[in-house]
């Protein structure tokens, strides 16, 4: 619950880095690139202030943002608010089942929520994802690498691992800032 009340203070401060409304150019490769995802129903974990729900609704996508941290999810209510296609849901991202998140989606995104779960609640987090995705769906996650014994980030045996055998990876981009940080890249099997 600490990395919860870390974030309520960071949202009440105004001290959110992550967050800095603009869509990542991974992401918007991914959904206007060359090669974009063609647009279907997406699943925003962890959506913060609703940037990128934003984003994916204007491009044509069915979006619903799942956000813990009330100011955050208050943003996101009101930046999305005039869009038909974007909802947004106060609520824990490992609860899935406790939301009216329901149906299959074509692409889960997390950017920078995954991380800080802690790790008794990581597998939550992915049978949740695994329970909402039809097979070829997309999950596509940005994370801090794990470093020591802190309790935040990932390595890559863990982002393969942890989502198997639902989900096989299938790319990876370095990120840069921070050094370590990546986007992971994993399609859904037909696996349960």
């Not at 991914?30 to 990128?52: E, F, H, I, K, Q």
């Not at 939301?99 to 991380?115: E, I, Q």
């Amino acid at each position: 619950m600490l990395w919860r009340l870390s974030y309520a203070v960071a949202y009440r401060t105004g001290r959110t880095p992550w967050d800095t409304g603009i869509t990542p150019p991974e992401v918007v490769e991914l959904v206007d690139g060359p090669s974009a995802l063609p647009p279907g129903r997406a699943l925003d974990l962890g959506c913060g202030t609703g940037t990128n729900v934003r984003y994916l609704a204007v491009h044509g996508w069915d979006v619903v943002g799942v956000e813990a941290d009330v100011r955050a999810f208050d943003a996101a209510r009101e930046r999305t608010e005039e869009l038909d296609a974007a909802t947004v849901h106060l609520g824990d991202v490992t609860r899935l089942d406790r939301l009216p998140v329901a149906g299959s989606f074509d692409l889960v995104l997390d950017v920078g929520c995954f991380h800080s779960i802690p790790m008794r609640r990581r597998d939550a987090y992915a049978a949740g994802v695994a329970e909402r995705t039809r097979e070829g769906a997309t999950l596509f996650v940005w994370a801090f690498r794990r470093e020591g014994f802190l309790p935040i980030g990932v390595t890559q045996r863990e982002m393969r691992d942890r989502f198997a055998p639902s989900f096989q990876p299938v790319g990876r981009i370095p990120g840069t800032v921070p050094l370590g940080s990546a986007w992971y890249r994993l399609r859904r099997t037909g696996v349960a």
